[in-house]
């Protein structure tokens, strides 16, 4: 079992940045695959990145390349979104979740998840 807690979401203008953390307890962080997936109201969860169990391998989706970055600390058991240039559209809950095996990409590839924070981005 592994437990997950977001943090680090508010509100921010537009162009503005954020650093969302998920912090993890439980089982071996080192040995799960991290992805984070945004979800807005009435639309299914929607994948923004993922990050290899050593962190050798990083992916986005299109919407966020160049603008969001992923990375992990396995000594302090925690990941983290950096998002820079923030629009409107990036306004959503976002969640972090753990994956032993499956898709990266798609939730139902990933095995435990955090209740999520908020990310506002005004105009």
């Known amino acids: 079992q592994v437990q997950l807690v977001e943090s680090g979401g508010g509100l921010v203008q537009a162009g503005g940045s954020l650093k969302l953390s998920c912090a993890a307890s439980?089982?071996?962080?080192?040995?799960?695959?991290m992805g984070w997936f945004r979800q807005t109201p009435g639309k299914e969860r929607e994948f923004v990145a993922a990050?290899?169990?050593?962190?050798?391998?990083?992916y986005y989706a299109d919407s966020v390349k160049g603008r969001f970055t992923i990375s992990r600390d396995n000594a302090k058991s925690t990941c983290f979104l950096q998002m820079n240039s923030l629009k409107p559209e990036d306004t959503a809950v976002y969640h972090c979740a753990a994956r032993s095996a499956g898709s990266l990409s798609r939730p139902s590839g990933y095995d435990y998840w955090g209740q999520g924070t908020q990310v506002t981005v005004s105009v």
């Open positions: 439980g089982r071996t962080f080192s040995s799960y695959g």
């Open positions: 990050i290899s169990q050593s962190a050798s391998a990083t």
